[in-house]
């Protein structure tokens, strides 16, 4: 595996602790990540969809995100906007379920109305409520950025966009058409009895590959695995090998990936990876992209959210062959990878442990750690503080 790191970072690298991993209270102290959602997920970019999972107008999709409903829907001038997905009567959600069509949001609870693009346009009994003004009353609006055809929201804070934080990698991007691409079946939720980081950390962990993932070496070779990185992204990249796999799946996907006329030479067989600050990733092979998201439940749970896309104008045999060994490939590497963090995070419950070191070329875990410890300083500490901590600091 290589390693570089690619500048800028976050700034204050190389201040002491930057050998260390994050301590093991972090994973599973509720104080703790009470303060993280608030200064680290409650401001950070959150996918949604697609903008062709959204094609017309009424069309919508909803992420419930650390208490958060949010509904992203497009509206009748085609604009796409995010709400919350809250009534402004007397709180009550607006719509169950992931997805849907509606052309106007009506509350389940005492019918107020609300168009496609968030205004109160109907009030039962609306002289039993003098001096309302429905244009003060329209559904909360959630920031919202679009990148690439992927809908993102953010519920608090400003900062840079989508298109920023991705940085140099978005040219990289580029030729793979993610403007186009439609949805492979529908979004899949897998609970995870971890703390959301592990997830994280393990994702962009490159020393595990040749130990943990079998399949992945066979595919990459042992030294075709390479990670960095940057202020806002990690990157992992390898390139599958010519030499046939002893596995029968992994065989078959070398010998039915097709070539990809909108790619360039050195992309047809390279499967790239891009995990975004803080909890979400975009995984890129030559025959789809699929994104997937770590949506902390508590500090001990998590639910991973995921789906596939592809392009809709390469219906070949030889295409939907490799997708459908993609997924064959990729399900095994999950299964192993829940095993891997399953086991950090039981191991972290051990009084023994309290922090590890960090090598040289774990670059991505020592730059997720730097992050969290310019945003929270009590990360930087082996042992949590006493408890209420967190009041006395915002006091």
């Known amino acids: 595996m290589a390693t570089i790191l690619k500048q800028p970072v976050e700034s204050g690298a190389g201040i002491p602790g930057d050998h260390l991993s994050l301590p093991a209270w972090l994973y599973s102290d509720p104080e703790y990540f009470a303060v993280e959602m608030d200064r680290v997920l409650r401001p950070s970019w959150q996918v949604v969809c697609h903008v062709s999972d959204v094609p017309d107008p009424g069309d919508y999709h909803v992420l419930d995100f650390i208490g958060e409903s949010v509904i992203v829907i497009r509206g009748d001038d085609g604009a796409v906007r995010a709400f919350a997905n809250v009534c402004r009567h007397r709180a009550s959600r607006l719509v169950d379920g992931p997805s849907g069509c509606a052309k106007k949001l009506v509350c389940p609870y005492h019918a107020w109305t609300y168009g496609n693009d968030g205004q109160l346009t109907g009030v039962p009994m609306k002289s039993d409520y003098p001096g309302l003004d429905l244009t003060t009353h329209g559904l909360a609006p959630i920031d919202i950025d679009i990148w690439r055809g992927f809908i993102f929201i953010r519920l608090t804070g ?14 990289e991007v580029a030729p793979y058409r993610f403007e186009d691409m439609r949805a492979i079946g529908r979004v899949t939720l897998r609970p995870r009895p971890v703390n959301w980081k592990n997830i994280a950390d393990n994702y962009s962990d490159g020393l595990h590959i040749p130990v943990a993932h079998p399949g992945l070496t066979r595919l990459f070779g042992r030294d075709g695995y390479f990670i960095e990185a940057a202020s806002y992204v990690d990157k992992m990249w390898g390139n599958v090998v010519d030499r046939p796999s002893s596995n029968i799946s992994e065989r078959a996907y070398q010998a039915f990936l097709p070539h990809m006329p909108h790619l360039p030479a050195d992309r047809q067989k390279l499967w790239l990876y891009y995990k ?3 909890n979400f990733a975009f995984e890129i092979y030559p025959d789809q992209i699929d994104f997937m998201q770590f949506l902390p439940l508590t500090p001990t749970t998590t639910l991973i959210r995921e789906i596939s896309y592809r392009l809709p104008d390469d219906d070949r045999r030889e295409t939907r062959a490799a997708q459908y060994l993609n997924w064959r490939i990729n399900r095994q590497v999950n ?5 891997i963090i399953e086991r950090v995070q039981q191991g972290m419950a ?3 442990y309290t922090v590890g070191p960090l090598g040289e070329s774990e670059v991505c875990l020592a730059n997720f750690a730097r992050k969290l410890r310019h945003l929270i300083p009590e990360a930087a500490l082996s042992e949590p503080p006493p408890g209420g901590w967190s009041r006395r ?3």
């Open 276 to 278: 975004l600050w803080p």
């Open 335 to 339: 299964r192993e990878d829940t095993q």
């Open 393 to 395: 600091a915002a006091a």
């Open 158 to 171: 400003d900062g840079p966009r989508v298109a920023e934080r991705m940085g140099c990698y978005d040219a």
């Open 350 to 352: 051990s009084p023994s």
